[in-house]
């Protein structure tokens, strides 16, 4: 009896937890647009919560735990950790020249004596800019693109910060030239099959019926429409691919497809500095290296930055992704032991000091119920 009153006393509680946390969130669904919202909540070295609500396919399906989404600009710490990998191995440093990495020149003609180096990309302080696109790396060669020098910004490599795709795409494809593994199957066997997680970069190589319909919400109409290009397999274009190059085409910047459990076991990895149970994928100090910012413009260390906005007067590090309609975040406590996974596949963009208000409010909510409640 004794047993069975312990184990009530610590099942209620977590049920009324769970069900208060339910009841804000869809407050918070009615409030504001939103088509689906799945979420996560990491404390004490696991994951202690999960959540999925609204719809996975507008008014015919409901959102599951267990449903992938591509979480966009988070992908981004996978591209970075996978080359921090490969620097461990002594097979290139972070303050390689990215002309001898990439094979071709990468210089910004206002400072062609300016070495611009693969910290510089991870860190956003390359001085490349996203202004010719950044879905092919020849927009960024000399070669190939008449207009190439309108990818640099004015300032000098490493005296500036701007946000650009174009640098994670490159470092994707070095990681490819390097590792000699095609950086979907790089990312697949040396990240997620270590950690047990199912997601990728190829569509091809996932359950399509698990995939999340992503939506933009229009303001203008107040609907919710569609973005079949989330998820648009690219079988054709791999007939054609060249290693090290054509890695763009898995965006390495924004195509990681994964779930919020599986991506909140991901976080773990950073939390603990590199390290998942008896799995080590990085160094501590590595890992410390990409929560570290290097630009105080933006707080951004490498593919991760820090924050005390997102939950007012509280640091946390992560980073946050918005593609198709889809808004995420993924960010920890790592003193702390704490973290949180939030994903939408669709809601009203409008922002919030910075951030998107929905997705901020969640976050804000399951720091209050998991955290300061707890």
Known sequence: MLLIACILAFILPLQAQEAITKQRLEQLMKDYPVMGLSIAVVKEGKVVHTQALGWKEEGKIPLRTTDLFRIASISKSFTATALLQLVEKDLISLDDDVSDLIGFRIRNPKFPDRVITLRMLLSHTSSLNDSQGYFTLDVAHPDKNARW???????????????????????GAILEKYSGVRFDAYIQENILKPLGLYGGYDVNQLDKSRFATLYAYQRDSAKFIPSPAAYVSK???????????????????????????DLAEYLLLHMNYGK???????????????????????????????????????????????????????????EEKYGFVVISNGCDPTEEEGYIRVIRRVVQILHEEWIVKS
């Open 276 to 334: 998942v149970g008896k799995v080590r994928l990085i160094s501590a100090a590595h890992s410390q290296k990409m929560q570290t910012p290097l630009s105080s413009d933006e707080n951004y260390g490498l593919a991760l930055w820090k924050t005390d906005v997102l939950i007012p007067g509280v640091e946390l590090v992560g980073h946050t992704g918005s593609a198709y309609g889809l808004y995420s975040a993924m960010f920890f406590n790592p």
């Open 235 to 261: 079988s054709e274009e791999l007939k054609s691919y060249t290693p090290g190059y054509s890695t763009p085409i898995f965006s390495p910047t924004g195509g990681m497809k994964i779930s919020a459990p």
């Open 149 to 171: 020098q309108e990818v640099y910004n004015a300032y000098a490599p490493g005296e500036g910060y701007q946000y650009c795709n174009l640098n994670f795409n490159l470092a």
